[in-house]
């Protein structure tokens, strides 16, 4: 079995005119989630490696993650260039390219194409849009990553700042 931990960017900065897309930050709301999301997690997974897209925001975001989750700071994430996409195809490419021995892989990505992987692989979900900073969990009934399109996902876990109140 896997299990799939997706976290989806806090909310971005739209105010720089001209702001190249990879290079657009987090507004005071994304400067709050993220810790707020760090520290909500940690009170209930373990700490692990997390691979995020290289967007400053994604950065930012885990960067907050960190903050709030102080026994992930330490930890050797991976910023990976494939995760800067808004595809479930592209997302699913690299998820069936990683190695059996991760057992539980942990995200920080973008939409629409988190959204649609949750939809994609626990299609009972029903998650009509991942918010900013939200988190879904993933448990996913294979033993092999390059089988993903053919396994049954459940949601074990789904957690939004709007949450946390």
Same mark, same amino acid.
């Given at each position: 079995?896997?299990?799939?931990? #997706?976290?989806?960017? /806090?909310?971005?900065?739209?105010?720089?005119p001209?702001v190249?897309?990879?290079?657009?930050?987090? @507004?005071?709301?994304?400067?709050?989630?993220a $810790?707020?999301?760090?520290?909500? #997690?940690?009170q209930?997974?373990?700490?692990?490696?997390? /691979?995020v897209? %290289?967007?400053?925001?994604?950065?930012?975001?885990?960067?907050?993650v !960190?903050?709030?989750? %102080?026994a992930?700071?330490?930890l050797?994430?991976?910023t990976?260039?494939a995760?800067?996409t808004?595809?479930?195809?592209?997302?699913?490419?690299?998820?069936e390219?990683? %190695?059996?021995?991760?057992?539980?892989?942990?995200?920080?990505?973008?939409n629409p194409?988190?959204?649609?992987?949750v @939809?994609?692989?626990? %299609?009972?979900?029903?998650?009509? @849009?991942? $918010?900013?900073?939200?988190?879904?969990?993933l448990? #996913?009934?294979?033993?092999?990553?390059?089988e #993903?399109?053919? !396994?049954?996902g459940?949601?074990l876990?789904?957690l939004? $700042?709007?949450?946390?109140?």
């Amino acid at each position: 079995m896997k299990t799939l931990h #997706l976290l989806r960017h /806090a909310k971005s900065d739209w105010s720089g005119p001209g702001v190249d897309d990879r290079d657009r930050g987090l @507004n005071a709301r994304g400067e709050r989630d993220a $810790p707020l999301m760090g520290a909500a #997690l940690a009170q209930r997974l373990r700490p692990q490696v997390i /691979a995020v897209s %290289p967007a400053r925001r994604a950065q930012l975001t885990l960067a907050g993650v !960190c903050s709030g989750w %102080p026994a992930v700071a330490g930890l050797s994430h991976r910023t990976e260039e494939a995760l800067y996409t808004f595809s479930v195809g592209d997302l699913l490419a690299w998820l069936e390219s990683q %190695p059996d021995s991760e057992a539980s892989l942990f995200l920080i990505g973008h939409n629409p194409g988190l959204t649609d992987l949750v @939809n994609w692989l626990a %299609p009972k979900a029903g998650l009509v @849009n991942l $918010p900013t900073a939200g988190y879904v969990q993933l448990h #996913l009934a294979t033993d092999h990553w390059r089988e #993903l399109r053919d !396994c049954d996902g459940e949601v074990l876990l789904e957690l939004f $700042p709007r949450d946390l109140g």
